[in-house]
């Protein structure tokens, strides 16, 4: 046997075979501080507020104070939380989507008209300002006191060159009495109980 014979197969790599090599340490290391960091962490902010994003989900109340001293909810606060995302912040809603409530005759007109459609919500096609509308509002019934209603309508009504009068606490009382727990309102509904606006 020549001494090239067996030349190529010494050029080859071994054959792999299954090892028993662990984990590094310094991988172990990092895994175990990691996890203890995260467990720190988390049982440090349980009980903290919720903090980051829009913060939507926790919206303050800021108490403004009256000409005679008493508080008053800040219905812009309350807008800002909860219904400048669909009619934005200047009012004009989104064309084709979301109605503005700039000028719309169903915020300026009759305030129980507005009461009925944010406390109970509002299904279906809809004309305002002169455009169609089809979608749903949801209710806010559920979400916001009789008097967070009162405010963000009476904010409503005097923004964006709005000059309709203020919205009582005791007219959305009034609406949760007659018409207690609803679903959503249609327009055909609101008119035939309130009249056209």
């Known amino acids: 046997m020549s001494p090239d014979e067996h030349r190529a197969q010494r050029r080859e790599a071994p054959e792999p075979e299954e090892g028993d090599r662990g984990i590094p340490k ?39 104070s009256t000409e005679g001293g008493a508080a008053a909810i800040d219905g812009g606060v309350i807008y800002n939380a909860n219904c400048s995302a669909c009619h934005q912040a200047t009012g004009l809603g989104i064309p ?33 300002a002169g455009g169609s509308y089809m979608g749903v509002m ?25 000059q309709a009068g203020a919205v009582e606490t005791s007219l959305v009382d009034e609406h949760v009495t007659r018409f207690a727990e609803r679903g959503p309102w249609s327009e055909a509904e609101l008119i035939s109980t309130f009249g056209k606006p």
Do not use: C
Not at 51 to 60: A, I, K, N, Q
């Open 96 to 128: 084709g989507a979301f109605p503005p409530l700039a000028g719309s005759e169903w915020v300026i007109g009759d305030p129980a008209i507005a009461v009925s459609i944010v406390h109970d919500g509002l299904q279906g096609a809809i004309n305002v």
């Open 138 to 162: 949801p209710k806010f019934g559920g979400n916001l006191s009789n008097a967070e209603i009162a405010a963000v309508l009476t904010h409503i009504r005097s923004e964006w060159g709005n």
């Open 26 to 64: 310094i991988v172990m290391v990092w895994i175990v501080v990691l996890l203890f960091w995260g467990v720190g962490y988390y049982l440090w902010q349980i009980g903290k507020p919720m903090l980051g994003g829009d913060s939507r989900s926790v919206p303050v109340q800021v108490v403004a």
